[in-house]
């Protein structure tokens, strides 16, 4: 995309969630695009992930690594241990492999109800819709931050009586410490019932260097919309009180059951992990 318009999107759309829709700032939705080589994204979107290579040279493998555990979790879940329905949160722009692809084509039947607030995502919503004939699947235009909004609409479609897998890959260092993000993922684990799992995906400073890190802070403020909170191993393990985490545990994503003869071109800054609800 190289205009300045984003399809599908007018006025009423300029300003969704807290964020204004401002194709003068990078947006998370469209620099991951970029970096999974999407073209729905703007020239401040590659010119801030552009920097942000130099910096990071893993960043493209991180972003593709994290993506690819998407699709292992799905399959995990769908496949080994039976979810039918999924809350899947900071969906980002369609691409190969979303989370209803990946699941109908395990079983059908599954529903997946997808979330996010950027209207680019919005504009692609019906991507998003398009669902084996006895699955469903629905897309809420709604903030992270307002999971009362979440959890109403999301009971149109998902049972709450029956377990829910909630994922929230690669959105929570988006939520900054102000806004108890911890409390967020409290409030959407306790909607859900026992035997529930939660998957996430979080940027941790631990890969970097003390001048790598100020770096990509420096770079972050200066070009991004959302401004990224990077928490530690020990920090991104409390998200799970509640829940018993499946093996290997919280590990990098690339490290998180790896497909069989897969080898890890590169090193990433993203812990994942996968956990069932008490």
């Known amino acids: 995309m190289t205009s300045n318009e984003a399809p599908g999107t007018d006025d009423s759309a300029s300003k969704v969630g807290s964020l204004p829709f401002d194709v003068t700032k990078a947006h998370q939705a469209r620099s991951y695009d970029y970096l999974l080589g999407g073209k729905d994204n703007f020239a401040a979107d590659r010119a801030a992930v552009d920097e942000q290579i130099k910096i990071y040279p893993d960043l493209v493998f991180t972003m593709r690594a994290n993506r690819a555990f998407l699709g292992r979790a799905v399959r995990y879940l769908v496949g080994e241990v039976g979810i039918r329905q999924f809350l899947d949160i900071g969906t980002g722009i369609p691409t190969a492999g979303n989370t209803h692809e990946v699941a109908q084509a395990l079983a059908p039947e599954t529903r997946v109800v997808y979330v996010d607030y950027d209207p680019i995502v919005l504009a692609h919503a019906r991507a998003l819709l398009d669902s084996s004939d006895s699955g469903a699947t629905e897309y809420i235009d709604a903030d992270l931050r307002d999971t009362g909004t979440i959890l109403a609409q999301a009971a149109n479609l998902l049972d709450f009586t029956k377990p829910v897998a909630v994922t929230l890959l690669s959105i929570l260092h988006a939520i900054t410490d102000a806004d108890d993000p911890y409390s967020i993922v409290a409030t959407l684990l306790d909607a859900v019932p026992s035997g529930s799992y ?48 499946v093996e290997p545990g919280l590990v990098p994503v690339e490290e998180w059951r790896p497909d069989p003869g897969a080898r890890a071109e590169g090193k990433s800054v993203y812990w994942c992990a996968v956990g069932k609800k008490r």
Do not use: N
């Open 198 to 245: 939660l998957a996430i995906s979080h940027a941790g400073p631990e890969s970097f260097t003390a001048e790598a890190r100020e770096k990509l802070m420096d770079s972050t403020r200066r070009t991004s919309l959302q401004q990224y909170t990077l928490r530690t191993r020990e920090q991104v393990a409390r998200f799970f009180d509640g829940t018993d985490l």
